[in-house]
T-cell receptor, first 114, second 116 residues
């Protein structure tokens, strides 16, 4: 079974500052990893995904994440945030098996201060 | 391409009443998922369909929740009777099939249920 832990429930940051949202996963098998963003009153939108290959993954809206197998982490980063990045961010994992399901972390609320 | 459509967007009911949610996935998507997202938590899978067959309903409270996907397209999720703890956002998602699911699901905007 897999589990996903998002270490920070809330992250406040000033506009144009860099941000890192932390995610650790636990699994006995290899997994795919995802970051989703949820804006208020909306569904989840895929930001980026790690399937294989390069451990640095670039996504939409200037976000990137780095897969670290030894530390079982998949932290999300952005060098300079904007007010429009205010949202809830979810890390997720899915085992390679086609029968497995995506497991989500509990989310990190990113709030941007002007 | 049209996204995943869900209705209604909001629903308020009294406990012990029944409620139904509707989902229309992206055209051609064989796999459909219903997730429950309680405030402050990540989404939790309730049920997964492959075409019109159930693949995983291990976390569906079957004494009160039911779901169907007739003809392998639209799906409905029903709660009867509702409890206060069912207050949540119910998200529908779809993917082309289970083998392409790693490329990500497409989520609908969700139905926010409040049970009073």
């Amino acid at each position: 079974a897999q589990s996903v832990t998002q270490l920070d429930s809330q992250v406040p940051v000033f506009e144009e500052a860099p941000v890192e949202l932390r995610c650790n996963y636990s699994s006995s098998v290899s997994v795919y990893l995802f970051w989703y963003v949820q804006y208020p009153n909306q569904g989840l939108q895929l930001l980026l995904k790690y399937l294989s290959g390069s451990t640095l993954v670039k996504g939409i809206n200037g976000f990137e994440a780095e897969f670290n197998k030894s530390q079982t982490s998949f932290h999300l980063r952005k060098p300079s945030v904007h007010i429009s990045d205010t949202a809830e961010y979810f890390c997720a994992a899915k085992a390679y098996s086609s029968a497995s399901k995506i497991i989500f972390g509990s989310g990190t609320r990113l709030s941007i201060r002007p | 391409e049209a996204g995943v459509a869900q209705s209604p967007r909001y629903k308020i009911i009294e406990k012990r009443q029944s409620v139904a949610f509707w989902c229309n996935p992206i055209s051609g998507h064989a796999t459909l998922y219903w997730y429950q997202q309680i405030l402050g938590q990540g989404p939790k899978l309730l049920i997964q369909f492959q075409n019109n067959g159930v693949v995983d309903d291990s976390q569906l409270p079957k004494d009160r929740f039911s779901a169907e996907r007739l003809k392998g397209v639209d799906s409905t999720l029903k709660i009867q009777p509702a409890k206060l703890e069912d207050s949540a956002v119910y998200l529908c998602a779809s993917s082309l099939d289970r083998d392409t699911a790693p490329y990500g699901y497409t989520f609908g905007s969700g139905t926010r249920l409040t049970v009073v």
